[in-house]
């Protein structure tokens, strides 16, 4: 009996650090979108797109504490809207969703195996996520302080309740809807909410011409954005790796380390994927496509990183390399203008890797698949345009003509990224 | 008993592991001190503030290795000098201070508990984090190589004796002085002797003007600088985390979950008080001041991350958040030239994490938190002033007016850091 | 029986999660990489380097899963060529290297001890380090495409097969050769592959005079290098700490510890003699000395840091940082022109941490040392001589001189890296 006391600690000590560290590792991610951003955006816009990434980091996490973790993992709740309980802030470890999730655990021991602490670490960095990729499609003309607003009632209210729908135990997930780690809850919520926010706020100045051309607007730093690609690449491991939930036997160690290898040939797949298509329609290698393969494949093999084998993961990712590149092309035409990309790297393709979940996971069917993304969608798009609508009516969401003209970085922040390099 | 031995043979895996991996979050902090140094310095000066941060990172590993460590962790002492002990260097694992702390844990299992290398590893990485606060604060004007001399002295001696004072068993600690994982010893200990090198060196050529103005001398390279808080941010979940020094049981895994949660809220509580103090103070979202509050949220919790609520937690670091920016301010006014804020960061918030630990653990008293924090603050100031004192004589510390002027790139270093890119 | 049951669950998870973190350590060295290559070469080759970084990292882990891993660890072989057995890539997990290692283990459990996928992902990270090694030295001016092809082939097979003769069990492992984590297998091995490069491709225009003068090209981004090597030097904890291949038990863990000590303080050693030898040879502190002294430690440690002291490792690193800056200038001497000191670093500080090991280790005679980095060497050099020569007649190695005085960047990627900030 003593040694069985001692294998319950070791085995919660070691799930808890694996939380720990894959949270860490996802942490790492809003460093990683904050350096994608500020690269791919001009440099007159920089410093503000790098507030609003660390302020948006810094919202996401006392949001979620004050509402957002109390309405995805409630104490109970109907399935489509959770209890109110608002212990966890006061309480901190009291609320311990470990236990309620407990049961659900196959393995070698079979109780309450984690510090509740350390799973609203590791969910709290997630919401966080969702919220980033707002931040670079919405980038170089959105008022720095409408996006604050929006970014309370994001990480307290729109995303937790469809997380609830799913990761809670809501209607979503009684439904059979499968989403290992978030290419719907995560990616597409994210996306939806950007792509609210672009429609009313309108393209950059400049970005489509009077006849119908579209300019490229390049990015000021693309070593930024590809150390923020790497960045997200690293983070994911953590993202998709952690979303396993337990390690501590061999059957979910062998799950994780499953996890893991699929995630890399996803990206792998993508950067190829990418960069060969851009050749195809560019002539060109144009890297911000390889960087946006590895992302989309990354996103697109977020919904299902176990079942497949590694040369399915590699495929999964592929696909999305070069969805990604056909969808930003297309995001043009239809004058969405995204300067990162983000609505086709995690809409699109968030899209795409919940409908690809059936193949690999008998457990998923395409209804199912499309009702979960459908819902996801038209809950985190329409919450969104609603919120937006009315931090646009109360205090307006895109800077003067002229403040975009000189760029953001001045009017809102008041300072200058760059202030000895740019050619003025 | 087969069983047991196992269960001994893991639980010592899995806490020297632990070390371990909380030591490389502590050693990538050297990277984010250096990137934020770097892009707060201007861009003719940051060769030689790149050069600095890995030299000491450098330095701090081999003068810790030879003395810092056997001063810190001897295995003997009175409390105010430990017995002289240089067998780490030669015999590596032979002295391992695991053994001398194993009867201070409360836990499953009681014994020697961890590798001592991964103790020396731990603890090797924190010196350099006090070392790399000074680099900031006398950046842009300090001969190089008069730095790497103070670099020796402080690791190898001033931060080690205050150290054991502390955690090395002194007399501070048997006192009941309580600081966590270092407001105190590392952050405050290294804002004072930067604070003495600063007053003996003056401010920068151009700072100060003839009637008292201030002139703000702007940073290069913004990206970089966030890119080096996230970095310390991340890294900190080591620094913090890695403190409670156990997690092999249910108990410990807790509370090192814990701490990770409020390091977070601290930060994140700084980020935002400090955005929205320089938005009333200055009328506009200043981004160093948002980096600076995450950085204050972090050294303000540092003394006590694990007996405050998550909101707790918040609320220390957004007091932290605030104060910073109104310690840059009055350092500015009272001519104390701080290119990077780091004594303001590191020294006054550092003051606050001390003082404020009472309030949640019942174990601290005002009087024994004061009490360390002068003894601190008064040994490291002291020593660094003698040390900074001897070095100028016999040296020199500051370098010419014309190379200052020009630049310390070309002078030190003979290279530029960014030969293409600035207008001159 | 239970609790054994227990423990062996935990074991094999505690091991599978070491090899994963550590695995996603060395993924991060991808990141280094390109980083370091990126801040070293000129603004309008950056773009270029860094989709090379970014591909060959995605080219990598598809190669390997394809064919490189059952060529360096297959189910049979004899010893010179491995059995072919390509189930790894359809079967996942089934290819289990881990149960042919596992009866090597010496420790408190003795059976199967991780997951076969976790190996996987941790040796597939080691590949793309050695193909890293490759793309600096052959920076701005070689054809993006040929590269991409030479990866392939690298990636695939040349990497692999000289992999499977010391790691795979093969005869360089069989006659006693010691390399623990690569200073011949990953560090030579790529060396030689850019050797072979830059012969065949010649230096960049301009960097060697008509008349035998040798011109400094300073390279456009230094934070971005410092980055990169601190990324390295995180890194490469994952790297040699990994190598230790289990981690479970007291003897392990300690061996992991005293692993990742003398990492750290042979890249010490290795900054401090860099930029020591620098100041006295060129009379300044030439940071990018201290960044290859760095490297140049970190390489020499990598065959054996496991069995000298502390202070020894020290030293190692120590003669590493000052082979490497006259190997760089010896490289210049003898016009090989590798603009990032690629060949230098890896290859001739991989040549003396493999000849360094015998004092250290007695397993290690400086026969079989010798013997092993001959080998290596030859094969590497010449297997990519043959296939750099007919991707060179097939298609060309080398951009056009006009595409070179342009940046390859606009000719093989279509876009700038900082279209801002160059002054043209």
């Given at each position: 009996m003593e040694a069985i006391e001692g294998i319950k600690n070791l085995s919660y000590a070691l799930d808890t650090f694996y939380f720990l560290i894959t949270g860490?590792?996802?942490?790492?991610m809003a460093a990683g979108f904050a350096m994608l951003e500020a690269g791919l955006v001009r440099s007159k816009n920089t410093a503000e797109i790098l507030t609003k990434n660390i302020v948006l980091f810094a919202i996401a996490g006392i949001m979620y504490m004050l509402m957002g973790y109390n309405i995805m993992y409630p104490a109970d709740g109907n399935g489509y809207f959770p209890a109110i309980d608002l212990s966890f802030m006061f309480g901190g470890s009291e609320n311990v969703p470990a236990e309620v999730l407990a049961t659900d655990i196959k393995?070698?021991?079979?109780?309450?195996?984690?510090?509740?602490?350390?799973?609203?670490?590791?969910?709290?960095?997630?919401?966080?996520?969702?919220?980033?990729?707002?931040?670079?499609?919405?980038a170089e003309r959105m008022k720095l302080w409408a996006f604050m607003v929006f970014a309370v009632v994001m990480t307290g209210f729109i995303y937790p309740l469809q997380g609830y729908w799913k990761w809670g135990g809501g209607f979503l997930d009684a439904m059979?809807?499968?989403?290992?780690?978030?290419?719907?809850?995560?990616?597409?919520?994210?996306?939806?909410?950007?792509?609210?926010?672009?429609?009313?706020?309108?393209a950059r100045k400049g970005k489509y011409g009077p006849n119908g051309e579209i300019r490229a607007i390049p990015g000021a730093n693309l070593p930024m954005a590809t150390l923020g690609t790497f960045i997200l690449w690293m983070g994911w491991f953590g993202f998709n790796g952690g979303s396993e939930l337990i390690?501590?036997?061999?059957?979910?160690?062998?799950?994780?380390?499953?996890?893991?290898?699929?995630?890399?040939?996803?990206?792998?797949?993508g950067v190829v994927a990418g960069i060969l298509t851009?050749?195809?329609?560019?002539?060109?290698?144009?890297?911000?496509?390889?960087?946006?393969?590895?992302l989309a494949g990354l996103v697109a093999i977020t919904a299902e990183p176990l079942a497949p084998t590694p040369i399915g993961a590699t495929l999964i990712g592929a696909v999305g390399g070069v969805l990604v590149v056909f969808a930003i092309i297309t995001m043009d035409k239809l004058k969405i203008d995204d300067p990162v990309g983000a609505i086709s790297v995690h809409g699109v393709v968030g899209i795409f890797g919940l409908m690809v979940v059936p193949i690999f996971n008998t457990d998923a069917t395409y209804v199912t698949q499309a009702t979960g993304m459908a819902v996801i969608f038209a809950w985190s798009f329409g919450a969104s345009l609603v919120t937006w609508g009315i931090i646009k009516m109360v205090m307006g969401i895109r800077v003067s003509a002229e403040e975009e003209y000189e760029g953001v970085d001045i009017g809102e922040c008041g300072l200058e990224a760059y202030p000895e390099f740019t050619n003025k």
């Open positions: 860490a590792l996802v942490m790492w393995g070698w021991y079979d109780g309450s195996y984690y510090s509740g602490m350390s799973d609203f670490f590791f969910q709290m960095v997630f919401v966080a996520t969702a919220m980033s990729i707002v931040s670079g499609a919405v059979g809807f499968q989403d290992f780690a978030g290419s719907g809850v995560v990616h597409l919520c994210g996306a939806a909410a950007a792509l609210a926010g672009v429609l009313l706020l309108g390690l501590s036997n061999v059957g979910e160690a062998n799950a994780v380390a499953a996890v893991f290898v699929n995630t890399n040939m996803a990206a792998a797949g851009a050749r195809m329609l560019f002539g060109k290698a144009d890297l911000t496509m390889a960087l946006n393969g590895a």
